[in-house]
């Protein structure tokens, strides 16, 4: 299954651009995700911060509709608010 983000960009694009080439970064974001549009959007964006910021945050995220809840509501679609508050 291909995921694209909200702007239509392939997320296996967005990490290989990225130079998180790493197929289980690419695997993660399609589970984290569960087919959410918004999340894989922002996964992806996470995922073009490196690998380390990448691995420090998204497990605090939850799944699904969770990780844009949290981007959107608690963080205002902000991600460097987004890192600062998940990445402890």
């Not at 998180?20 to 974001?29: F, Y």
């Not at 497990?59 to 963080?75: A, F, Q, R, V």
Request: one cysteine or more.
């Amino acid at each position: 299954m291909e995921l694209k983000s909200m702007d239509g960009e392939d997320i296996d694009a967005i990490s290989k651009n990225a130079g998180a080439e790493s197929e289980d970064v690419q695997k993660d974001i399609r589970e984290k995700a569960k087919g959410n549009p918004g999340s894989s959007s922002v996964l992806g964006q996470l995922a073009t911060k490196g690998a380390e910021i990448y691995n420090t945050v998204a497990p605090n995220l939850g799944t699904g509709s969770e990780i844009w809840k949290k981007y959107s509501d608690e963080c205002d679609k902000n991600l460097d608010t987004l890192i600062k508050k998940y990445g402890k």
